[in-house]
Protein backbone atom coordinates (compact mmCIF):
# COMPACT_ATOMS: atom_id res chain seq x y z
CA UNK A 1 0.00 0.00 0.00
CA UNK A 2 1.02 3.38 -1.18
CA UNK A 3 1.87 5.83 1.54
CA UNK A 4 0.10 9.27 1.27
CA UNK A 5 2.99 11.03 0.03
CA UNK A 6 4.06 8.58 -2.51
CA UNK A 7 0.30 8.36 -4.11
CA UNK A 8 0.65 12.36 -4.43
CA UNK A 9 3.68 12.20 -6.00
CA UNK A 10 2.44 9.47 -8.45
CA UNK A 11 -0.48 11.73 -9.19
CA UNK A 12 1.45 14.82 -10.15
CA UNK A 13 3.57 12.90 -12.35
CA UNK A 14 0.69 11.76 -14.41
CA UNK A 15 -0.68 15.16 -14.22
CA UNK A 16 2.51 16.49 -15.51
CA UNK A 17 3.17 13.73 -18.43
CA UNK A 18 -0.57 14.87 -19.34
CA UNK A 19 0.50 18.56 -20.05
CA UNK A 20 3.68 17.77 -21.11
CA UNK A 21 3.45 14.69 -23.60
CA UNK A 22 1.17 16.78 -26.24
CA UNK A 23 3.59 19.57 -26.28
CA UNK A 24 6.71 16.92 -26.78
CA UNK A 25 4.67 14.80 -29.63
CA UNK A 26 3.59 18.06 -31.28
CA UNK A 27 6.56 19.95 -31.23
CA UNK A 28 8.28 16.54 -32.85
CA UNK A 29 5.60 16.80 -35.52
CA UNK A 30 6.37 20.37 -36.68
CA UNK A 31 6.31 20.40 -40.53
CA UNK A 32 10.08 21.65 -41.55
CA UNK A 33 10.00 24.96 -43.56
CA UNK A 34 12.86 25.84 -45.84
CA UNK A 35 14.62 28.99 -45.53
CA UNK A 36 13.94 31.99 -47.08
CA UNK A 37 15.98 31.76 -50.15
CA UNK A 38 14.53 28.38 -51.03
CA UNK A 39 10.78 29.23 -50.62
CA UNK A 40 8.83 28.49 -53.91
CA UNK A 41 5.24 28.31 -54.41
CA UNK A 42 3.36 24.77 -55.79
CA UNK A 43 0.05 23.83 -57.60
CA UNK A 44 -1.73 20.76 -57.97
CA UNK A 45 -1.72 20.00 -54.15
CA UNK A 46 -4.72 18.42 -53.29
CA UNK A 47 -7.46 20.70 -53.02
CA UNK A 48 -4.64 23.67 -52.85
CA UNK A 49 -5.03 23.90 -56.79
CA UNK A 50 -2.29 26.77 -56.94
CA UNK A 51 -0.49 29.29 -54.67
CA UNK A 52 -0.01 32.83 -55.32
CA UNK A 53 1.95 35.39 -53.88
CA UNK A 54 2.18 39.38 -54.44
CA UNK A 55 5.40 40.92 -53.22
CA UNK A 56 6.58 44.49 -52.99
CA UNK A 57 10.15 45.31 -51.66
CA UNK A 58 11.76 48.59 -51.24
CA UNK A 59 15.71 48.69 -51.74
CA UNK A 60 17.46 51.39 -50.32
CA UNK A 61 21.32 52.08 -51.25
CA UNK A 62 23.88 54.36 -50.37
CA UNK A 63 27.04 53.85 -52.13
CA UNK A 64 30.61 55.66 -51.77
CA UNK A 65 33.88 55.71 -53.60
CA UNK A 66 37.24 56.89 -53.96
CA UNK A 67 38.49 57.72 -57.66
CA UNK A 68 42.09 57.93 -58.10
CA UNK A 69 44.33 58.76 -61.14
CA UNK A 70 47.67 57.19 -62.31
CA UNK A 71 50.20 59.79 -62.77
CA UNK A 72 53.19 58.71 -64.24
CA UNK A 73 56.97 60.82 -64.39
CA UNK A 74 59.16 60.10 -66.98
CA UNK A 75 59.23 57.24 -68.73
CA UNK A 76 59.11 53.95 -66.48
CA UNK A 77 55.97 52.44 -65.51
CA UNK A 78 57.89 52.32 -61.61
CA UNK A 79 57.66 56.10 -61.88
CA UNK A 80 53.62 55.99 -61.22
CA UNK A 81 51.91 56.61 -58.57
CA UNK A 82 48.13 56.91 -57.51
CA UNK A 83 46.93 60.14 -56.44
CA UNK A 84 43.28 61.40 -55.23
CA UNK A 85 40.85 62.99 -57.88
CA UNK A 86 37.16 62.41 -56.93
CA UNK A 87 34.58 60.88 -54.34
CA UNK A 88 31.54 59.56 -55.61
CA UNK A 89 28.48 59.29 -53.99
CA UNK A 90 25.27 57.55 -54.85
CA UNK A 91 21.63 57.19 -53.09
CA UNK A 92 18.93 54.51 -54.96
CA UNK A 93 15.37 54.21 -53.78
CA UNK A 94 14.13 50.96 -56.12
CA UNK A 95 10.26 49.47 -54.95
CA UNK A 96 10.86 45.64 -56.39
CA UNK A 97 7.16 44.52 -57.44
CA UNK A 98 6.67 40.85 -58.02
CA UNK A 99 4.39 37.69 -58.19
CA UNK A 100 4.50 34.13 -57.65
CA UNK A 101 2.04 31.71 -59.13
CA UNK A 102 2.71 27.87 -59.11
CA UNK A 103 2.10 25.84 -62.21
CA UNK A 104 2.85 22.87 -61.27
CA UNK A 105 3.92 20.26 -58.07
CA UNK A 106 6.75 22.60 -56.50
CA UNK A 107 7.29 24.61 -59.54
CA UNK A 108 6.21 28.55 -59.85
CA UNK A 109 6.64 31.06 -62.36
CA UNK A 110 7.22 34.62 -61.59
CA UNK A 111 7.03 37.92 -62.87
CA UNK A 112 8.85 41.25 -61.81
CA UNK A 113 9.32 44.78 -62.27
CA UNK A 114 11.81 46.76 -60.38
CA UNK A 115 10.74 50.48 -60.18
CA UNK A 116 13.42 53.07 -59.67
CA UNK A 117 11.91 55.63 -57.69
CA UNK A 118 15.18 58.32 -57.47
CA UNK A 119 18.72 57.09 -58.60
CA UNK A 120 21.04 59.99 -58.29
CA UNK A 121 24.64 60.69 -58.10
CA UNK A 122 27.71 63.35 -58.03
CA UNK A 123 31.49 63.39 -58.05
CA UNK A 124 33.02 65.76 -55.63
CA UNK A 125 36.86 67.05 -55.07
CA UNK A 126 38.66 64.84 -52.86
CA UNK A 127 38.95 66.76 -49.14
CA UNK A 128 39.05 63.79 -47.08
CA UNK A 129 41.58 65.19 -45.01
CA UNK A 130 39.24 67.46 -43.76
CA UNK A 131 41.14 69.87 -41.82
CA UNK A 132 44.36 68.50 -42.37
CA UNK A 133 43.81 69.22 -46.34
CA UNK A 134 46.80 70.85 -48.19
CA UNK A 135 46.13 72.48 -51.56
CA UNK A 136 48.65 73.44 -54.68
CA UNK A 137 50.52 76.43 -53.45
CA UNK A 138 52.99 79.03 -55.34
CA UNK A 139 54.70 78.88 -51.76
CA UNK A 140 58.11 76.76 -52.33
CA UNK A 141 58.32 75.76 -48.82
CA UNK A 142 54.44 74.85 -48.87
CA UNK A 143 53.31 71.11 -47.87
CA UNK A 144 52.83 68.27 -50.74
CA UNK A 145 49.22 68.41 -51.48
CA UNK A 146 47.09 65.85 -50.02
CA UNK A 147 43.11 67.10 -51.25
CA UNK A 148 41.93 68.55 -54.11
CA UNK A 149 40.40 71.34 -55.54
CA UNK A 150 40.29 73.42 -58.67
CA UNK A 151 43.50 73.76 -59.29
CA UNK A 152 45.04 70.10 -59.51
CA UNK A 153 42.16 68.68 -59.95
CA UNK A 154 42.91 66.18 -63.29
CA UNK A 155 38.82 66.25 -64.28
CA UNK A 156 39.71 69.36 -65.16
CA UNK A 157 43.18 69.76 -66.56
CA UNK A 158 42.06 67.24 -68.80
CA UNK A 159 39.15 69.04 -69.68
CA UNK A 160 37.05 65.89 -69.30
CA UNK A 161 34.33 68.35 -67.74
CA UNK A 162 33.92 71.59 -68.59
CA UNK A 163 36.55 74.43 -67.54
CA UNK A 164 36.23 78.30 -68.05
CA UNK A 165 39.19 80.21 -67.30
CA UNK A 166 39.88 84.33 -66.90
CA UNK A 167 41.68 85.58 -70.49
CA UNK A 168 43.72 87.40 -67.94
CA UNK A 169 44.99 85.33 -65.54
CA UNK A 170 43.61 82.09 -66.86
CA UNK A 171 42.39 81.31 -63.44
CA UNK A 172 39.62 78.40 -63.63
CA UNK A 173 36.48 80.27 -62.72
CA UNK A 174 34.16 77.78 -63.36
CA UNK A 175 33.96 74.47 -63.72
CA UNK A 176 32.45 71.15 -64.30
CA UNK A 177 28.38 70.27 -64.59
CA UNK A 178 25.47 70.38 -62.42
CA UNK A 179 22.77 68.29 -64.27
CA UNK A 180 19.79 68.82 -62.38
CA UNK A 181 20.40 72.66 -62.60
CA UNK A 182 21.92 72.62 -66.18
CA UNK A 183 24.91 75.30 -64.74
CA UNK A 184 28.60 75.28 -63.88
CA UNK A 185 30.37 75.35 -60.25
CA UNK A 186 32.38 78.06 -59.07
CA UNK A 187 34.98 78.70 -56.29
CA UNK A 188 34.62 77.74 -53.03
CA UNK A 189 32.42 74.45 -54.46
CA UNK A 190 33.87 71.37 -54.13
CA UNK A 191 31.73 70.18 -56.48
CA UNK A 192 32.91 68.86 -59.96
CA UNK A 193 29.91 66.87 -61.22
CA UNK A 194 26.28 66.12 -60.47
CA UNK A 195 23.74 64.15 -62.66
CA UNK A 196 20.31 63.90 -62.90
CA UNK A 197 17.95 62.52 -61.26
CA UNK A 198 16.77 59.38 -62.36
CA UNK A 199 13.47 57.09 -61.90
CA UNK A 200 11.46 54.58 -63.72
CA UNK A 201 11.12 51.03 -64.72
CA UNK A 202 14.68 49.00 -64.63
CA UNK A 203 13.88 45.90 -66.79
CA UNK A 204 10.85 43.32 -67.09
CA UNK A 205 11.80 40.07 -65.27
CA UNK A 206 10.56 36.88 -65.98
CA UNK A 207 11.97 33.46 -64.14
CA UNK A 208 11.28 29.54 -62.99
CA UNK A 209 11.81 28.53 -59.69
CA UNK A 210 11.38 24.50 -59.39
CA UNK A 211 12.18 22.35 -56.03
CA UNK A 212 13.47 18.82 -56.85
CA UNK A 213 13.32 18.21 -52.72
CA UNK A 214 11.34 20.02 -50.46
CA UNK A 215 11.83 19.32 -46.85
CA UNK A 216 8.61 20.49 -46.02
CA UNK A 217 7.32 17.45 -47.86
CA UNK A 218 9.81 14.86 -46.97
CA UNK A 219 12.16 16.42 -43.67
CA UNK A 220 15.03 13.44 -44.70
CA UNK A 221 16.06 15.76 -47.59
CA UNK A 222 17.06 19.41 -47.94
CA UNK A 223 15.12 21.91 -49.60
CA UNK A 224 16.58 22.57 -53.37
CA UNK A 225 15.92 25.02 -55.94
CA UNK A 226 16.91 25.39 -58.79
CA UNK A 227 15.61 29.04 -60.92
CA UNK A 228 16.28 30.34 -64.40
CA UNK A 229 15.15 34.28 -64.96
CA UNK A 230 15.51 36.51 -67.94
CA UNK A 231 16.17 40.59 -66.96
CA UNK A 232 14.94 42.03 -70.04
CA UNK A 233 15.80 45.22 -70.95
CA UNK A 234 12.31 46.64 -72.44
CA UNK A 235 12.71 50.05 -70.97
CA UNK A 236 14.59 52.94 -72.08
CA UNK A 237 18.52 53.10 -71.95
CA UNK A 238 20.34 55.29 -69.47
CA UNK A 239 22.47 57.63 -71.65
CA UNK A 240 23.74 61.30 -70.96
CA UNK A 241 24.40 64.41 -73.23
CA UNK A 242 26.14 67.02 -71.53
CA UNK A 243 24.40 69.58 -74.15
CA UNK A 244 20.68 67.91 -72.74
CA UNK A 245 21.68 67.28 -69.57
CA UNK A 246 17.86 66.08 -68.38
CA UNK A 247 16.82 64.43 -71.56
CA UNK A 248 17.94 61.08 -70.52
CA UNK A 249 16.97 60.30 -66.94
CA UNK A 250 15.52 56.46 -67.45
CA UNK A 251 17.28 53.52 -65.59
CA UNK A 252 17.61 50.76 -68.51
CA UNK A 253 20.56 48.78 -69.05
CA UNK A 254 21.02 48.46 -72.66
CA UNK A 255 21.54 45.01 -72.10
CA UNK A 256 19.39 41.51 -71.18
CA UNK A 257 20.36 39.60 -68.14
CA UNK A 258 19.97 35.90 -67.84
CA UNK A 259 20.34 34.24 -64.90
CA UNK A 260 20.95 30.96 -63.44
CA UNK A 261 20.89 30.05 -59.61
CA UNK A 262 20.60 27.06 -56.69
CA UNK A 263 19.93 27.74 -53.61
CA UNK A 264 20.22 24.46 -50.93
CA UNK A 265 18.81 24.51 -47.23
CA UNK A 266 18.14 22.07 -44.54
CA UNK A 267 16.71 22.71 -40.95
CA UNK A 268 18.18 20.99 -38.26
CA UNK A 269 15.82 22.07 -35.23
CA UNK A 270 16.25 26.00 -34.19
CA UNK A 271 18.81 26.55 -37.23
CA UNK A 272 18.02 26.84 -40.95
CA UNK A 273 21.25 26.61 -42.95
CA UNK A 274 21.73 27.83 -46.56
CA UNK A 275 23.66 27.86 -49.42
CA UNK A 276 23.45 28.91 -52.81
CA UNK A 277 25.14 30.13 -56.09
CA UNK A 278 24.41 32.38 -59.19
CA UNK A 279 25.64 33.50 -62.80
CA UNK A 280 24.98 36.27 -64.93
CA UNK A 281 25.28 36.11 -68.82
CA UNK A 282 24.75 40.02 -70.52
CA UNK A 283 23.28 40.09 -73.59
CA UNK A 284 23.51 43.32 -76.06
CA UNK A 285 19.94 45.06 -76.92
CA UNK A 286 20.05 46.50 -80.15
CA UNK A 287 20.58 49.76 -80.33
CA UNK A 288 22.20 49.70 -77.04
CA UNK A 289 25.03 52.12 -75.50
CA UNK A 290 27.24 48.85 -75.59
CA UNK A 291 27.93 49.05 -79.82
CA UNK A 292 30.58 47.61 -81.53
CA UNK A 293 32.87 50.07 -83.68
CA UNK A 294 35.06 47.51 -85.03
CA UNK A 295 36.88 44.37 -85.64
CA UNK A 296 39.58 45.78 -83.18
CA UNK A 297 37.21 46.43 -80.26
CA UNK A 298 39.07 44.86 -77.30
CA UNK A 299 35.82 44.31 -75.16
CA UNK A 300 32.28 44.77 -76.65
CA UNK A 301 29.84 42.96 -74.10
CA UNK A 302 28.81 44.08 -70.31
CA UNK A 303 30.55 42.32 -67.81
CA UNK A 304 29.68 38.62 -66.62
CA UNK A 305 28.79 37.96 -63.16
CA UNK A 306 29.03 35.29 -60.99
CA UNK A 307 28.50 34.72 -57.17
CA UNK A 308 28.14 32.47 -53.98
CA UNK A 309 25.94 33.11 -50.62
CA UNK A 310 26.54 31.52 -47.26
CA UNK A 311 23.59 31.53 -44.52
CA UNK A 312 21.91 30.62 -41.85
CA UNK A 313 18.27 31.43 -39.82
CA UNK A 314 17.51 31.09 -36.33
CA UNK A 315 14.24 30.46 -35.47
CA UNK A 316 13.62 32.58 -32.37
CA UNK A 317 9.55 31.51 -32.27
CA UNK A 318 7.34 29.68 -34.00
CA UNK A 319 3.68 28.38 -33.79
CA UNK A 320 3.10 25.79 -37.18
CA UNK A 321 -0.84 25.57 -36.13
CA UNK A 322 -1.23 29.44 -36.77
CA UNK A 323 1.31 29.75 -39.53
CA UNK A 324 3.91 31.95 -37.28
CA UNK A 325 7.53 32.04 -36.90
CA UNK A 326 10.10 34.58 -36.00
CA UNK A 327 13.48 34.32 -37.47
CA UNK A 328 16.48 36.50 -37.14
CA UNK A 329 18.90 35.72 -40.40
CA UNK A 330 22.45 36.64 -41.31
CA UNK A 331 24.04 35.32 -44.54
CA UNK A 332 27.53 36.63 -46.38
CA UNK A 333 28.43 36.54 -50.27
CA UNK A 334 31.08 36.83 -52.47
CA UNK A 335 30.74 38.21 -56.14
CA UNK A 336 33.45 38.27 -59.29
CA UNK A 337 32.86 40.70 -61.65
CA UNK A 338 34.75 39.79 -65.12
CA UNK A 339 36.49 42.03 -67.54
CA UNK A 340 33.96 43.86 -69.71
CA UNK A 341 32.60 47.17 -70.46
CA UNK A 342 30.60 49.00 -68.34
CA UNK A 343 29.00 52.31 -66.70
CA UNK A 344 31.61 53.47 -63.86
CA UNK A 345 31.03 55.88 -60.94
CA UNK A 346 32.79 58.47 -63.94
CA UNK A 347 30.47 57.47 -67.05
CA UNK A 348 28.30 60.67 -67.15
CA UNK A 349 30.89 63.07 -67.09
CA UNK A 350 32.99 60.48 -69.91
CA UNK A 351 29.78 60.73 -72.20
CA UNK A 352 30.23 63.40 -74.85
CA UNK A 353 28.22 65.75 -76.31
CA UNK A 354 25.56 64.83 -79.21
CA UNK A 355 26.63 68.06 -80.77
CA UNK A 356 30.11 66.08 -81.55
CA UNK A 357 30.55 64.94 -84.80
CA UNK A 358 32.91 64.62 -87.70
CA UNK A 359 31.48 67.46 -89.41
CA UNK A 360 31.48 70.12 -86.62
CA UNK A 361 34.45 69.21 -83.90
CA UNK A 362 34.23 72.33 -82.47
CA UNK A 363 31.51 70.40 -79.32
CA UNK A 364 34.15 67.74 -79.36
CA UNK A 365 36.46 67.45 -76.23
CA UNK A 366 40.17 66.86 -77.70
CA UNK A 367 42.01 63.48 -76.97
CA UNK A 368 38.41 62.20 -74.92
CA UNK A 369 35.81 62.65 -78.02
CA UNK A 370 38.08 62.52 -81.43
CA UNK A 371 38.67 59.27 -82.33
CA UNK A 372 38.63 57.04 -85.63
CA UNK A 373 36.52 53.87 -86.39
CA UNK A 374 36.72 52.72 -89.33
CA UNK A 375 34.26 52.70 -92.43
CA UNK A 376 34.16 50.06 -94.84
CA UNK A 377 36.31 52.57 -96.96
CA UNK A 378 38.96 53.19 -94.11
CA UNK A 379 37.77 56.84 -93.67
CA UNK A 380 37.70 57.75 -89.69
CA UNK A 381 34.86 59.09 -88.01
CA UNK A 382 34.80 61.16 -85.03
CA UNK A 383 32.74 60.66 -82.43
CA UNK A 384 31.60 61.72 -78.32
CA UNK A 385 32.58 59.27 -76.19
CA UNK A 386 29.39 57.07 -75.21
CA UNK A 387 30.79 57.03 -71.32
CA UNK A 388 31.11 53.50 -71.06
CA UNK A 389 34.31 51.66 -70.79
CA UNK A 390 36.26 48.66 -70.34
CA UNK A 391 36.32 47.49 -66.44
CA UNK A 392 39.14 45.81 -65.00
CA UNK A 393 37.79 42.50 -63.09
CA UNK A 394 37.14 42.39 -59.19
CA UNK A 395 35.17 40.66 -56.81
CA UNK A 396 32.81 41.94 -54.55
CA UNK A 397 31.95 41.06 -50.37
CA UNK A 398 29.58 41.71 -48.35
CA UNK A 399 26.70 40.47 -45.73
CA UNK A 400 23.50 40.76 -44.69
CA UNK A 401 21.51 40.92 -40.98
CA UNK A 402 17.76 41.37 -40.21
CA UNK A 403 14.94 39.52 -39.07
CA UNK A 404 11.61 37.47 -41.20
CA UNK A 405 8.23 37.80 -39.73
CA UNK A 406 5.40 35.18 -41.26
CA UNK A 407 2.31 36.75 -39.26
CA UNK A 408 0.39 34.17 -40.37
CA UNK A 409 -0.68 31.97 -43.61
CA UNK A 410 -1.19 35.26 -45.80
CA UNK A 411 1.40 37.65 -44.99
CA UNK A 412 4.87 37.48 -44.36
CA UNK A 413 7.47 40.62 -43.80
CA UNK A 414 11.38 40.18 -44.26
CA UNK A 415 13.77 42.57 -43.52
CA UNK A 416 17.44 43.09 -43.82
CA UNK A 417 20.71 45.41 -43.23
CA UNK A 418 23.96 44.92 -44.87
CA UNK A 419 27.60 46.11 -46.00
CA UNK A 420 29.23 45.37 -49.08
CA UNK A 421 32.11 46.59 -50.74
CA UNK A 422 34.55 46.23 -54.04
CA UNK A 423 38.13 45.57 -54.28
CA UNK A 424 39.99 48.30 -55.79
CA UNK A 425 39.59 48.28 -59.93
CA UNK A 426 40.82 49.99 -62.93
CA UNK A 427 37.34 51.46 -64.21
CA UNK A 428 39.36 53.14 -67.72
CA UNK A 429 41.68 50.14 -68.74
CA UNK A 430 41.30 49.41 -72.56
CA UNK A 431 43.96 48.29 -74.83
CA UNK A 432 45.34 49.72 -77.72
CA UNK A 433 44.24 47.51 -80.47
CA UNK A 434 44.88 43.81 -81.50
CA UNK A 435 48.66 42.11 -81.50
CA UNK A 436 49.94 42.19 -84.62
CA UNK A 437 53.29 40.66 -83.78
CA UNK A 438 55.00 44.70 -84.33
CA UNK A 439 56.32 47.54 -81.90
CA UNK A 440 53.33 49.68 -83.96
CA UNK A 441 49.88 49.18 -84.26
CA UNK A 442 48.45 49.85 -87.40
CA UNK A 443 45.38 52.02 -88.18
CA UNK A 444 43.16 49.28 -89.07
CA UNK A 445 44.24 47.57 -85.86
CA UNK A 446 44.03 50.44 -83.28
CA UNK A 447 40.97 49.79 -80.53
CA UNK A 448 38.40 52.15 -81.76
CA UNK A 449 37.25 52.33 -78.02
CA UNK A 450 40.83 53.43 -77.09
CA UNK A 451 41.50 56.79 -75.55
CA UNK A 452 45.26 57.64 -74.68
CA UNK A 453 44.13 60.42 -72.39
CA UNK A 454 41.91 57.69 -69.66
CA UNK A 455 43.02 54.53 -71.32
CA UNK A 456 47.33 54.56 -71.16
CA UNK A 457 49.27 53.01 -68.40
CA UNK A 458 50.23 56.12 -65.97
CA UNK A 459 46.92 58.39 -66.82
CA UNK A 460 43.81 55.16 -66.19
CA UNK A 461 41.35 56.18 -63.03
CA UNK A 462 40.76 53.65 -60.54
CA UNK A 463 38.51 53.24 -57.88
CA UNK A 464 39.22 52.19 -54.49
CA UNK A 465 37.35 52.16 -50.79
CA UNK A 466 34.10 51.52 -52.50
CA UNK A 467 31.15 51.08 -49.68
CA UNK A 468 27.45 50.37 -50.21
CA UNK A 469 25.17 50.52 -47.31
CA UNK A 470 21.69 48.41 -48.37
CA UNK A 471 18.41 48.71 -46.59
CA UNK A 472 15.81 45.81 -47.60
CA UNK A 473 12.23 45.82 -46.26
CA UNK A 474 9.79 43.57 -47.90
CA UNK A 475 5.86 42.55 -47.43
CA UNK A 476 4.29 39.58 -49.36
CA UNK A 477 0.68 37.91 -49.40
CA UNK A 478 0.32 34.84 -49.96
CA UNK A 479 -2.69 32.91 -51.42
Known amino acids: MLSSG ?21 LAAWPARGAEVTRVVSAMDGSNRFDFNLTASWIHDVKSAT ?29 NLRADVGILWDVGFHIEMPLVLADASNLDFDQSEGSNCHFPSSDPNAPRPNCVNQDNSTMLRDHIVPVATDPATGAITSWGQDAQHNRMFTPGSTNV ?13 LG ?81 PFEKYGPAQSS ?16 AWENPRGDQRVTIEGRAYVEEHFYGRGRSEIWEPLAGSSACSSADTTACRPDVDLHYTLTPNGAPIDAPHPGITEIESYGTVGGDFGLNVQVGRFIRFRSLFGLRTDMPHLITDASMGRDNGSAVVAPEDTNPTYRPIIDQPGRRFRVEGTKIWTLFIQGSMMF
Open 193 to 205: FRGPTRKGFEYLG
Open 208 to 288: LTWAPFNQTRDDTKPTWTLSVDAKLDVFKDKRFDPSNPTGNTAVGQGYHQFVASTFVSKRFRWFDPYFGAWYMLPVRTNGS
Open 6 to 26: TALAADTFKKLSRAVFPLLVM
Open 67 to 95: VKRELQSGLAPRNTELIKDLQFAQTRDIL
Open 300 to 315: VNPSQQAGAMIGVEQI
